[in-house]
T-cell receptor, first 113, second 115 residues
Framework: AQSVTQLGSHVSVSEGALVLLRCNYSSSVPPYLFWYVQYPNQGLQLLLKYTSAATLVKGINGFEAEFKKSETSFHLTKPSAHMSDAAEYFCAAGGTSYGKLTFGQGTILTVHP | DAMVIQNPRYQVTQFGKPVTLSCSQTLNHNVMYWYQQKSSQAPKLLFHYYDKDFNNEADTPDNFQSRRPNTSFCFLDIRSPGLGDAAMYLC??????????????FGPGTRLLVL
């Protein structure tokens, strides 16, 4: 069965610092991978997705993620954190028998001044 | 803008009193999903409709039902809500669902409180 692991349920960074949110997937076949962001009391918004076209994927709000097959990872990065980036981030994998997404447990990002 | 709309945003119900949550979409997508998200947890898929075909997840309680009267609307019915059903309920849509690469577009969610 496919699984997604997000290392670190909470990440705290200073404004302007690098953001690194970790995601590892478990799959015998490289899946489709997604990063979603969820602000308090809101739905999930797509940041970016990997569909095998390119290993470095650029998303909205300055975020990007790199697919590394050898490490089964899809870590999310942003060079410089902004206060508005504070939210919960979910990594998800698709690509099994149908369009079902397997979510990681989420990482809450805190940005302090 | 094309979007996924959920009403109401907040719903309070009493223990055992049936409740219906609503989702509509202007994306004209074929697939509509319902997720349950409890505090500090990942969304959990309850079921989905591919057009008119209903697909229930194996571990979704019988207490949860869904209706999709047309392409645009989908409803989540909780027949006898228990305290454990208090959660955020998220509706999502996707254009299709072949191959797993389809993006799911989420609504803002309905937060359900059971008293």
């Amino acid at each position: 069965a496919q699984s997604v692991t997000q290392l670190g349920s909470h990440v705290s960074v200073s404004e302007g610092a690098l953001v690194l949110l970790r995601c590892n997937y478990s799959s015998s076949v490289p899946p489709y991978l997604f990063w979603y962001v969820q602000y308090p009391n809101q739905g999930l918004q797509l940041l970016l997705k990997y569909t095998s076209a390119a290993t470095l994927v650029k998303g909205i709000n300055g975020f990007e993620a790199e697919f590394k097959k050898s490490e089964t990872s899809f870590h999310l990065t942003k060079p410089s954190a902004h206060m508005s980036d504070a939210a919960e981030y979910f990594c998800a994998a698709g690509g099994t028998s149908y369009g079902k997404l397997t979510f990681g447990q989420g990482t809450i990002l805190t940005v302090h001044p | 803008d094309a979007m996924v709309i959920q009403n109401p945003r907040y719903q309070v119900t009493q223990f055992g009193k049936p409740v219906t949550l609503s989702c509509s979409q202007t994306l004209n997508h074929n697939v509509m999903y319902w997720y349950q998200q409890k505090s500090s947890q990942a969304p959990k898929l309850l079921f989905h409709y591919y057009d008119k075909d209903f697909n229930n997840e194996a571990d979704t309680p019988d207490n949860f039902q869904s209706r999709r009267p047309n392409t645009s609307f989908c409803f989540l019915d909780i027949r006898s809500p228990g305290l454990g059903d208090a959660a955020m309920y998220l509706c999502a849509t996707s254009r299709d669902m072949t191959g797993g690469g389809e993006t799911q577009y989420f609504g803002p969610g309905t937060r359900l409180l059971v008293l």
